[in-house]
């Protein structure tokens, strides 16, 4: 363990560093919908092993971005940054906080997670457009682990370096700043292509860039797909279904979508990407996948994104009011970050190139939704001792123009094609997830 010397030991002692250590490396036992406890994620589906330790994953996402130091011994030395792990393997921390100067030195990992040692004729190499985002990066830390070597392509806009950083300098790692709308040579075996703005504040900023991005960017994306014949996945969404009049949405549903209001550039951008994918199939046999994504939470995600999960817990968990956009009935369902993962993977090593729905089907009104991330917020603040000084409010906005009634997957396809169906539930997701942006608060970092 490396040591580095504390600028003042008794301010440090004042923040609650002990605290925010055991909430990293305790973040709960996990339990799927029956109950039974989840050790791994992923699995092995058609001669492909996806399965990566529960711990090791959560040692990637769980702790909080900055590490304060472990341990102040009395010469006023701190030990430096350190995760444990349960079988005594210890990783450096990149990086280590000093609350009272609100600085922070950066450290490079000195040790990586251990990643699976696979005969070349195994290893992929794998392209991941918008791998440094929220789904994107938990992606890669699953590609990386089960031994692959992983590119990331990501322009920033809404992603970020420190989501992959744990893997810079990693021999089998690499990460590129290049917009997708600009072409982009590379010999790789796979390509995920996510990048792409996913909330609608983010891709309302530039109607036209988003548009570009889903257009030019899979143009090119699928072009590359073609010369080097890799094998190309491409995540979709269930905006394609628009405000359906079918309920719940499987995928032969063409949608209903307003092609000129303000959600449209993300929405129309993303068919017209399907179209661009199976014209490519079509006509030059390139290999594709696509994924339709229902709405994913999990840790990770940019708090100020405007997405209704991570606003309902920094709310919360801030004190301040919940905001609920309209009167709180319409419908929507939420599947776990893991769950998609493993959905991805899964569909990305099989046969199939129709479109696949991956998401979770059980379906809240918003209402009731912002109850369940009230209460597990409430009973994370009393497992810590926090005392609230009122008990925060639900209250209601206007509805923004086009949003979707109802949403809730038709997960058949994904059942019988993929074997897939989803394991978290949602008390448990969000558990974690409030316990990530809690850890996040305790550091300063949000
Ligand atoms: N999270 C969800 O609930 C959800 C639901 C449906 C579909 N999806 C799809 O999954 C993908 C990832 O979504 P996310 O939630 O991780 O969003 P995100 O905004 O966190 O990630 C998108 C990533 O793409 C990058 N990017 C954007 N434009 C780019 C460009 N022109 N060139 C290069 N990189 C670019 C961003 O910087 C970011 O890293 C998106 O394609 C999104 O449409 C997500």
Redesign the pocket.
Known sequence: MSTVRSLSPTNINDFNWAQLQGQILSPGRAVDKDGKEITTVGFKRFGFDSEVPLDVLRLLYLRAHYVLPTTIVPNGEISGAAVKRSDGVEYQSKSIYYPETGSISYTTLSRFPPVKLLPPADRKRILV??????????LVDRLMLLGHEVTV????????KT?VSHWVGHPNFEMVR????EPFMIECDQIY???????PP??QFNAV??M??SFM?TLNMLGLAKRTKARFL??????IYGDPEVHPQPEDYWGNVNPIGPRAC?DEG?RVAETLTYGFHRQDGVDVRV???????GP???PA?G?VVSNFIVQALKGEDMTVYGDGTQTRSF?Y?HD?IDGMIALMNSGETRPVNVGNPDEFTIGEFAELVRDIVEKVQDEYGIKRTRRVEIVYRPIPTDDPKQRRPDTTRAKQTLDWEPRWNVRMGLEEMVRYYKARMDEGSL
Do not use: W
């Open positions: 457009t918008g791998g440094a985002g929220f789904v994107g990066s938990h392509l990501d322009n920033f806009f809404t992603g970020s989501t290049h917009d997708v709308v292509h996510l990048a792409c703005p996913a909330s983010h891709y860039k988003t570009k991005t960017g491409i995540s979709s969404t269930s905006e993300y993303k994924v339709r994504i229902f709405n994913t939470y990770r995600m940019n994104d997405r599947q970050i998609l």
